[in-house]
């Protein structure tokens, strides 16, 4: 049996990328802080499909101790594709972000990420359909106020991932490693990012995608043969393409 792995999949992203998975007949383990929200996720994918089985995995990966872990609990499946979409972020100048937040955002974003990923590619690049998608965002690629901390984390993922892609690539690697960076979508991430109790994207936003949506263009990235499913933080298309980032191959340079 084969598997797919979805961190941060309580809600938004993750949440609905479990169900389009779900759909498409995959066995997954479930990734979050929240248990109750994967069993409450777990119950709906059975409704659903009562014959997949679906793993609960609560960990918090802010833990450097439970990333490990976590993937060390995980040996005994077959993990056919490794989704690392958990992440949060913050919004305040950088002079006025609280350093104790910001330190466990670049533990989830930055820190748990890389871990997860380096341990994926180890056990998996030489296996034929393996694939590895990092949850990016569209501030991958740009900078905005407020916003430049998490930026930066997210920066970080895409300049990862964009190299991990084309190291393995460069090394004919089977395994194919790609980026989702979404721009502004309906989950939780404005209440955590602002610390608010709620927030109406429909009042307050004039455009994003909703978390269903943002998970069909997951399924479009996974089915394609791309690197990165990019969303257009003007026109909100999403497209697929290339790495952006340069990437300096050995082969090129002799």
Known sequence: MKYTVITGASSGIGYETALAFAARNKNLILVARREAQLA???????????????????????????????YDSLKEYDIETWINNAGFGNSAPVAEQDVKKIEKMLRVNVEALTTLSTLYARDY??????????????LGYRIV????SYAATKFYVS????????????????????????????????????????????????????????AQFMLDLYDSDKTIGKVDSDSYDFELMGPIFTYTSKRTAE
Do not use: W
Request: charged share 30%; no cysteine.
């Open 40 to 70: 409450e996720l777990k119950e709906a994918i059975h409704g659903i499909n009562a014959e997949l089985d679906v793993v609960i995995k609560p960990a918090d990966l802010s833990e450097s101790e439970q990333v490990h872990k976590l």
């Open 125 to 138: 690049s030489n296996k034929e359909g393996a694939q590895l998608i990092n949850v990016s965002s569209d």
């Open 145 to 148: 106020p407020n916003a430049v």
């Open 159 to 214: 300049a990862f991932t964009e190299g991990l892609a084309q190291e393995l690539q460069e090394h004919d690697s089977p395994m194919k490693v790609k980026i989702l960076a979404p721009s502004m979508t309906e989950t939780e991430f404005v209440k955590t990012a602002r610390e608010l109790d709620d927030f109406s994207y429909s009042d307050n936003v004039q455009k994003y995608h909703t978390a269903k949506a943002m």
